[in-house]
């Protein structure tokens, strides 16, 4: 069974900074986009970054400049890296992958449970 486990949310004052991590485990047999969304309450989940197998990214105009999105395709984990934390970032952080499981016959979309970032001061 395929999991993704998200760590590293949490309270911080605006102008900080927090480091959010996602593993994927199971058996997996190869993982394609890896991509970070965020939901706040009433609002729609959004895109926040995105990385490609290959190393390419995607950052949605609010973040960019401030999060740095990266992955270890060796250890099927992606991270996101905030900085300049914004009260507007006040959201519950859910980690993205697409990936082919072991004896499965397509690409599959799979879901962290969420974790909890609150920019407060």
């Known amino acids: 069974q395929v999991q993704l486990l998200e760590s590293g949310g949490g309270l911080v004052q605006p102008g900080g900074s927090l480091r959010l991590s996602c593993a994927a485990s199971?058996?997996?047999?190869?993982?394609?986009?890896m991509d970070w969304y965020r939901q706040s309450p009433g609002k729609q989940r959004d895109l926040v970054a995105d990385?490609?197998?290959?190393?390419?990214?995607y950052y949605a105009d609010s973040v960019k400049g401030r999060f740095t999105i990266s992955r270890d395709n060796a250890k099927n984990t992606v991270h996101l890296q905030m900085s300049s934390l914004k009260p507007e970032d006040t959201a519950v952080y859910y980690c993205?992958?697409?990936?082919?499981?072991?004896?499965?016959?397509?690409?599959?979309?799979?879901w962290g449970q969420g974790t909890q970032v609150t920019v407060s001061s």
């Open positions: 199971g058996s997996i047999f190869s993982v394609n986009a």
């Open positions: 990385i490609t197998s290959g190393g390419s990214t």
């Open positions: 993205h992958a697409r990936l082919w499981v072991a004896g499965g016959n397509s690409w599959t979309n799979y």
